[in-house]
């Protein structure tokens, strides 16, 4: 393997040649990917914006599905032993935080049938909406009632969806 620098900034690799533009938008993908890995993503967000500012070189689609997926375990990763604990509130007892609460209604999802979650929104519509209590009671089948994966599932597909269509 011989590297061979010509007047036109071309670099040669065994008969293929990447002009030197190419390979920086390469490292600064690569960048961004370890950037992902091995920082908070609140943080790779951040170093990334100021990239950004320096360099135009940043795949949209690398940077979307690292950020994604890196957000997602994030919160996949949590203890939810933790973030289940019931709070008294002014409207009776309240989960304290959105993950709790999404983890609470997958589980309490195997309680209702099917024709259950229609009924709650002809009697009740605010907050039962069939076609999402529809997609959370086949969610909990198809994942065998795992309230991680579903966690983890609805934050990357969310964070994909905001990204991409803004």
């Known amino acids: 393997m011989h590297f061979n620098h010509t007047n036109n900034n071309l670099i040669m690799l065994d008969s293929e040649s990447l002009n030197i533009i ?3 938008k390469i490292l600064v993908n690569i960048f961004i990917i370890l950037l992902f ?3 908070n993503p609140l943080f790779a ?3 990334c914006g100021f990239l950004n500012l320096t360099t135009s070189r940043i795949n949209f689609w690398i940077f979307t599905f690292m950020f994604a997926l890196s957000y997602a375990l994030l919160f996949y990763l949590k203890d939810y032993s933790q973030i289940l604990y019931q709070m008294r509130g002014i409207a009776g007892n309240l989960y304290t ?3 709790g ?3 609470n209604t997958f589980n309490d999802i195997n309680n209702i049938s099917w024709f259950g979650i229609v009924d709650r929104f002809i009697t009740n ?3 039962n909406e069939p076609l999402f209590w ?3 009671k086949t969610a909990n089948i198809l994942l065998f009632g795992n309230a991680s994966i579903f966690v983890f ?3 990357f597909c969310n964070v994909c969806t905001y990204s991409i269509f803004g």
């Open 134 to 136: 529809l997609y959370v």
């Open 22 to 24: 190419e390979w920086e």
């Open 101 to 103: 609460s999404a983890v």
């Open 153 to 155: 599932f609805s934050l």
């Open 37 to 39: 890995v091995f920082i």
């Open 97 to 99: 935080t959105d993950i």
């Open 45 to 47: 967000l951040i170093l």
């Open 125 to 127: 519509p605010n907050g």
